[in-house]
Nanobody, 114 residues
Framework: VQLQASGGGLVQPGGSLRLSCVGS????????MGWYRQAPGKQRELVAK???????DYLDSVKGRFTITRDNRRNTVDLQLNNLESADTGVYYC?????????WGQGTEVTVSS
């Protein structure tokens, strides 16, 4: 099982990025898919998740700015990040969860700085 995350980078405040997570050896359609982030010196936190029927949930601080989408045909889950703030800086991880089983991707780094 592998979750390959990509799309991170350096962006100015107010900018946008699109993160993508591609699954191999796993059918993401069967999993609750989530994006987590870990800021320097802080614990990893859930940013957004989408369940198998497409219902989404977001961290309060990103509501209205981030959008999580899943494409079961492409076996991917994306996270659109708009109007980025310095507090959004961190390493973003893709996660697939099902009945206590959890798979993690390697992370992609997002830096928001002027």
């Amino acid at each position: 099982v592998q979750l390959q995350a990509s799309g991170g980078g350096l962006v100015q405040p107010g900018g946008s990025l699109r993160l993508s997570c591609v699954g191999s050896g796993i059918l993401i359609s069967r999993y609750v898919m989530g994006w987590y982030r870990q800021a320097p010196g802080k614990q990893r936190e859930l940013v957004a998740k989408v369940n198998i029927v497409g219902e989404t949930d977001y961290l309060d601080s990103v509501k209205g700015r981030f959008t999580i989408t899943r494409d079961n045909r492409r076996n991917t889950v994306d996270l659109q990040l708009n109007n980025l703030e310095s507090a959004d800086t961190g390493v973003y991880y893709c996660n697939a969860g099902l009945r206590g089983v959890s798979h993690w991707g390697q992370g992609t780094e997002v830096t928001v700085s002027s």
